[in-house]
Structure formats: C-alpha cells, structure tokens
C-alpha cells in the first residue's frame, strides 16, 4: 500500500520552472513505476511522466519531452518531475502516481494503469 503526498505546485510566468515532489508512505516504494498525470478544467486526463525503479527509464509525453524532467530518490521515497520552459497550456492539477511495473508500449499512458493515485497540486502558467 502506498500513499502520495505532491507539493511544489504555485503561480509561474510563461518561461518559468517549477519543481514538483510527490512523497510516499510505504515500504514497496522502490519497486513501484511513478509518474505524473495533469488534468486541465475541462479536459481529460493527460499522461505527462513515469519512471521505472531507476531514473534512466522515463517515459515522456510529446507535448512536454524536453522540456520537464522526472527522477526519484528510492532512499526517500520521493519522485520529482522538474518543469521547464513553462506555457500557459501546461497549466492543470498534476496528480502523482504508482504501479507495480513500468508498462511498455502506450499501457503506460493509461490511467488505468495505476493503482495508487495522488491528490494533485495546482500548476497555473500566466501569459
């Protein structure tokens, strides 16, 4: 069982950074995929981030490769997803999430994919 905690979210002009934290309680942390999903007023849910137990496999969606990156620290139970270059399009809550394995193919953009689900933190980009 796990548990995730996100902060870091706040007000940025376009062009800005931002670095989100998404805490976990929980002894499995390591051996769970986490990402990052961002839902928009309106707009369905959108993959954005995941990594597998070591930070050198990530998955990226289009919109965002380049410019956000992903990482984890196993030895504190914390995964973070750096946002630069920031457009008022990326503004949206981003939820953290865990899985039991990184999927391959497009199962890991699926929110059905992930059993354990933040409660998100509010990104908004101003123009």
């Known amino acids: 069982q796990l548990q995730l905690v996100e902060s870091g979210g706040g007000l940025v002009q376009t062009g800005g950074s931002l670095r989100l934290s998404c805490a976990a309680s929980g002894r499995t942390f390591s051996s769970h995929a986490v990402g990052w999903f961002r839902q928009a007023p309106g707009k369905e849910r959108e993959f954005v981030a995941v990594s597998g137990w070591s930070s050198s496999n990530t998955y990226y969606a289009a919109s965002v490769k380049g410019r956000f990156s992903i990482s984890r620290d196993n030895s504190e139970s914390t995964v973070y997803l750096q946002l630069n270059s920031l457009r008022p399009e990326d503004t949206a809550v981003y939820s953290c999430?865990?899985?039991?394995?990184?999927?391959?193919?497009?199962?890991?953009?699926?929110?059905?994919?992930?059993?354990?689900w933040g409660q998100g933190t509010q990104v908004t980009v101003s123009s």
């Open positions: 999430v865990a899985a039991p394995k990184l999927y391959s193919g497009s199962v890991y953009a699926s929110p059905r994919s992930y059993n354990y």
